[in-house]
């Protein structure tokens, strides 16, 4: 059956005709807290998302696919209030001509409120996965831009867009806050009062999950890996850092001999055991925040794409041919390239790995994909290419010169060890086998990792120079110039 509405007053309508179909009787009392939720939803929707729709007289169509029923509004009508009665009840909630709108992306123009926890609906194309998120908490600032990207020495007809993961906060900037929104609600969900992860001294994993902790109230445990020599002194204040003891975060070093040695799991658990028998109930985060659960960071990741092109907010681009992104921990590339897959995007994904090997990466991506039941082989949907160099955090020259070169000719700072070891590698594929790239619309991820670039000033400081003493003549100066 098809309902139309004319005006947000109308929803009564649409709560009459889901009664009708037992989900809700009318004297149930979970009505008014749909109520509520249809007013706050519709109330909160921006009118540039009103103008941008009353361009268009069509009807747009919202299916409750756990009832067969079918609501039509017209452009008037609050998205968001149907969104919200179908977060309500339980439903996904799918857009006429367009990409879900249930769950993490049922919006206008935003997300939910920041620091909101929200029942999670995935997209239907995801809907079948095992270890589907009950919740997510709204911790970032989605949905991340997407615009062209003016490197030099493309291939012919090759167009570079970039999609700034890097703005999605400002203490949480980067990609693992798409992964904390899931794991930080399952912590809750737990009984949790604090949370345990691990990384190396500059991680941006262990910073986001600092901050993203102490914003709905647990505590945060960091394993900081570190150097032999340099483990039994306070870590200081330099990049991550700095936010992380800020937050209140307390640091635990081990040295990265120590750390092959046990391995992160083990050394994870040692803390969460010490804790527990203080009377404290941690909750462990992975490296990286690479578990399946994380993975979901990526599938919203997805979807949240597929709407930018679809709503046209991507330069123009209605597709892209290739995705290149960093690959460090696996949780991204496992969530990005399985959410391709499913949603036929139809892009290639290039993941370049910036510690282990590509065979460590395919396995382990394998292993996340399995543990949601993604019913695919790695190796079919992902291309890993080997673009660590020296070293996990290890820059060369030639690097941290392309990190230079690429901020002062495009004003976008890459960090030194995710996304300028990928962008590097990239490149680098660019110029050995130009034909594969040409013509072809690629969509690099910047995962974030700004504050990373304070552990590398000393290697920087020849590479950055135009300074100078200003001199200034004599004759300018007039007698009280030299005052004060």
């Not at 370049?352 to 395919?362: G, I, L, R």
Request: glycine share 10%.
């Amino acid at each position: 059956m098809a309902v139309s509405f004319f005006s947000t007053a109308s929803f009564h309508s649409l709560l009459f005709h889901i009664s009708k179909q037992s989900i809700f009787s009318l004297s149930d009392p979970r009505l008014s807290t749909i109520s509520y939720l249809c007013f706050s939803q519709a109330a909160s929707c921006s009118t540039s998302s009103t103008t941008r729709s009353s361009s268009s007289s069509r009807f747009r169509t919202h299916t409750f696919f756990s009832t067969g029923v079918q609501v039509q509004r017209k452009h008037e009508f609050s998205h968001g209030a149907v969104a919200a009665v179908a977060m309500a009840g339980g439903m996904d909630v799918s857009h006429y001509g367009g990409e879900e709108t249930g769950g993490m992306m049922g919006r206008c123009s935003h997300r939910p409120e920041m620091l909101s926890k929200v029942a999670y609906i995935p997209p239907s194309w995801a809907s079948h996965l095992q270890l589907v998120p009950s919740h997510f908490f709204s911790l970032g600032q989605f949905p991340t831009p997407i615009h062209q990207w003016h490197l030099p020495g493309l291939p012919d007809g090759t167009e570079v867009y970039v999609k700034r993961d890097d703005l999605t906060g400002m203490q949480l900037s980067g990609n693992k806050v798409r992964k904390l929104e899931f794991l930080l609600a399952d912590a809750k969900e737990q009984g949790a009062d604090c949370v345990i992860t691990i990384g190396g001294i500059q991680s941006n994993h262990c910073r986001a999950t600092a901050v993203a902790a102490r914003y709905i109230g647990l505590d945060s445990y960091l394993i900081l890996r570190t150097n032999r020599t340099e483990v039994e002194d306070d870590p200081g204040l330099t990049g991550n850092l700095l936010v992380e003891r800020m937050v209140g975060a307390h640091v635990s070093l081990v040295s990265k001999e120590e750390y092959v040695k046990y391995g992160s799991v083990m050394l994870g658990n040692l803390l969460a055991d010490k804790l527990k028998s203080q009377g404290r109930k941690p909750y462990v985060i992975p490296v990286g925040g690479s578990d399946s659960l994380g993975t979901w960071g990526y599938i919203e990741f997805v979807r949240e794409l597929k709407t930018q092109l679809q709503e046209g907010r991507t330069s123009g681009v209605t597709h892209f041919d290739d995705i290149v992104m960093a690959c460090g921990s696996g949780g991204t590339t496992a969530g990005l390239s399985l959410a391709a897959h499913l949603s036929k995007l139809d892009a290639q994904v290039h993941a370049y790995a910036v510690c282990d090997s590509e065979e460590y990466f395919y396995d382990y991506t394998q292993g996340l994909i399995d543990g949601l039941i993604g019913g695919v082989s790695s190796r079919e949907i992902v291309r890993i290419v080997n673009a660590k160099g020296l070293g996990y955090a290890m820059s060369t020259s030639a690097e941290l010169n392309l990190v230079k070169d690429v901020a002062e000719s495009t004003g976008i700072i890459l960090d030194p060890v995710y996304s300028g070891k990928a962008l590097n590698g990239m490149l680098k594929d660019m110029a050995e086998n130009p034909t594969k790239w040409e013509g072809k619309k690629v969509l690099f991820v910047h995962t974030g990792g700004l504050l990373g670039m304070y552990e590398k000033v000393v290697q920087l400081q020849p590479l950055v120079g135009k300074w100078e003493r200003l001199r200034i003549p004599e004759f300018a100066m007039q007698p009280d110039d030299t005052k004060g």
